[in-house]
């Protein structure tokens, strides 16, 4: 802050004050700009077949957020002006919901089994993504 440090030797006008700002990280948001990440988890199931999931705001509040069939991990969902304030005052930034995929750690013999059988179908139809892969591999060998 200009003049606003001590004063300076033998009638000199004041010096200059410099503050340090540190912001402690949030536990659940972070800045990007005007923009506010917020990484939000959802299982395997909620991902693949779509869902409606609960996300908070700056603001405090709880907003529905729907998840479309077929999310993909660290897909982006903008949700228009939740965000910070512009500094110009135009516009508040977006609150980006980042989609978290969980894959299960520990399973039911009952849900293992479903998912057993999901892999055997899966086998049948391979995404034109793992066909693109699997031909580089072989030009890689």
């Not at 939000?40 to 609960?54: D, K, N, R, W, Y």
Request: hydrophobic letters at 35%.
């Amino acid at each position: 802050m200009t003049g606003q440090g001590e004063s300076g030797e033998n009638g000199a006008p004041s010096g200059d004050l410099y503050c340090d700002i540190h912001v402690k990280p949030h536990p659940i948001f972070k800045r990007q700009g005007d923009d506010v990440l917020c990484e939000v988890p959802v299982s395997f199931a909620q991902a693949a077949l779509g869902c409606t999931i609960e996300v908070p705001t700056l603001a405090g509040t709880i907003i529905q957020v729907k998840i479309p069939k077929g999310t993909q991990n660290n897909e982006v969902i903008p949700i228009r002006g939740e965000g910070f304030p512009n500094l110009h005052g135009y516009r508040k930034g977006n609150l980006l919901v980042q989609v978290i995929v969980e894959v299960p750690t520990k399973m039911t013999s009952r849900q293992e089994e479903l998912l057993r059988e999901f892999a055997e179908l899966e086998k049948k139809n391979i995404s034109p993504r793992q066909k693109k892969f699997f031909e580089k591999m072989k030009d890689l060998f």
